[in-house]
T-cell receptor, first 115, second 114 residues
């Protein structure tokens, strides 16, 4: 079946602009995660959704970052007033449930470049 | 807070050599432990996992044992192949709480030469 998909695969924007990154999880997966991976680093947790609600947003770096999942499926990560330091690969993952040992399936990521 | 430390790379080996990539963790309670792999041009995928002390995860010839006494989860393979060249990430998922986020190490690049 289809895996996790993310669009766009690449996004180049200018400092100060607004961007939206989209994630389509695997059908039937209730848990959805966003991570950010900077060059040479491991993924860093941003936010976790269980269904439509954000169960843990403790990883969002500041109030410029926001994410939604209005119908419990597709999620959008929104970044306002982008800064050069926001440049990274943004990864989305989903899992069937919220169990701590459940496998998270990752998408290919969106590479964001802020000029 | 919870964290994962893994050996820095790159690790360069000849085909059929023995592989060890060290991983240690700091966590409260009893986390689940994972190794994820990222092959060139591909997304992260789960390699193996262990959910409690003394569990051994295994897949594709790779093994790792959850050692609570040494807070370690070292990855091993007896005979590596060129196709194993990838970046390997050790990760933990904290026990309990409202989130099941993964906390990753910085990754170890493995390059296997023919």
């Amino acid at each position: 079946g289809a895996g996790v998909s993310q669009t766009p695969s690449n996004k180049v924007t200018e400092k100060g602009k607004y961007v939206e990154l989209r994630c389509d999880p695997i059908s039937g997966h209730t848990a959805l995660y966003w991570y950010r991976q900077s060059l040479g680093q491991g993924p860093e947790f941003l936010i976790y959704f269980q269904g439509t609600g954000a169960a843990d947003d403790s990883g969002l770096p500041n109030d410029r970052f926001f994410a939604v999942r209005p119908e419990g499926s597709v999620s959008t990560l929104k970044i306002q007033r982008t800064e050069r330091g926001d440049s990274a690969v943004y990864l989305c993952a989903s899992s069937f449930s919220s169990g701590g040992s459940d496998e998270q399936f990752f998408g290919p990521g969106t590479r964001l470049t802020v000029l | 807070g919870d964290s994962v430390t893994q050996m820095e790379g790159p690790v360069t080996l000849s085909e059929e050599a023995f592989l060890t990539i060290n991983c240690t963790y700091t966590a409260t309670g009893y986390p689940s432990l994972f190794w994820y792999v990222q092959y060139p041009g591909e997304g992260l995928q789960l390699l193996l996992k262990a959910t409690k002390a003394d569990d051994k995860g295994s897949n594709k010839g790779f093994e790792a044992t959850y050692r609570k006494e040494t807070t370690s989860f070292h990855l091993e393979k007896g005979s590596v192949q060129v196709s194993d060249s990838a970046v390997y990430f050790c990760a933990l998922s904290p026990h309990g709480g409202a989130t099941n986020k993964l906390i990753f190490g910085t990754g170890t690049l493995l390059a296997v030469q023919p």
